[in-house]
Nanobody, 115 residues
Framework: QVQLVESGGGLVQPGGSLRLSCAAS????????MRWYRQAPGNQRELVAS???????NYADSVKGRFTISRENAKNTASLQMNGLKPEDTAVYYC?????????WGQGTQVTVSS
């Protein structure tokens, strides 16, 4: 089955940057969309950014202009470059792969923005 592994989370000061990575392995066929979600304590999981197999991207309004999602189809990887981080970006960030066969989630990586 498909597995996703995230990396790159950590503690950063406000205004700083982090880059999250997601590596997919297993039986991946056809087109699929890669997505990043986040969930802060007490909040619902929310979609942060997505990118299709053709490179079309979509962002939550709260991160537009600060976050950039990318992917390398040949390596089945996706990244989320986060700049200008704010305390309200603090959350567990999850990678998600959506294909015609279903949805797969990673284990999540903690991002904490604090001085």
């Amino acid at each position: 089955q498909v597995q996703l592994v995230e990396s790159g989370g950590g503690l950063v000061q406000p205004g700083g940057s982090l880059r999250l990575s997601c590596a997919a392995s297993g039986p991946i066929f056809g087109v699929f969309t890669m997505r990043w979600y986040r969930q802060a304590p007490g909040n619902q999981r929310e979609l942060v950014a997505s990118i299709t197999s053709t490179g079309s991207t979509n962002y939550a309004d709260s991160v537009k202009g600060r976050f950039t999602i990318s992917r390398e189809n040949a390596k089945n990887t996706a990244s989320l470059q986060m700049n200008g981080l704010k305390p309200e970006d603090t959350a567990v960030y999850y990678c998600n792969l959506l294909s015609s066969l279903g949805s797969t989630w990673g284990q999540g990586t903690q991002v904490t923005v604090s001085s």
